[in-house]
Nanobody, 122 residues
């Protein structure tokens, strides 16, 4: 079993920054692939960034150059550094994990956290 717990969300003004954290516990083999997703009200869940056991990372075009995903293995924590935030980044942000393939779409991921809210005002 895997447990994921997000933190770090909040309310900021446009142009501000936040760092989300995802504390990971449980079976490490089930967390070889990890990702951040977000879901705005009335919209589907979209992928924001991915990270894998080989430290390969990728971010969505919509956040490229502003968001960075990283992992601290010693702390078993996944991060999402978000800079130059825009009102359209407002959403619930979720951490997700999977063991068999990149956690690129929601159906690829087996485990989910409860989410942390990010609100960006103009």
């Amino acid at each position: 079993q895997v447990q994921l717990a997000e933190s770090g969300g909040g309310s900021v003004q446009a142009g501000g920054s936040l760092r989300l954290s995802c504390a990971v516990s449980g079976d490490r083999y089930s967390t070889w692939y990890m990702g951040w997703f977000r879901q705005a009200p009335g919209k589907g869940r979209e992928g924001v960034a991915t990270f894998d056991r080989y430290s390969r990372s990728d971010v969505a075009d919509s956040v490229k150059g502003r968001f960075t995903i990283s992992q601290d293995n010693a702390k078993n924590t996944l991060y999402l550094q978000m800079n130059s935030l825009k009102p359209e980044d407002t959403a619930m942000y979720y951490c997700a994990a999977g063991g068999s393939r990149p956690c690129s779409t929601p159906s690829d991921c087996n485990y989910w956290g409860q989410g942390t809210q990010v609100t960006v005002s103009s």
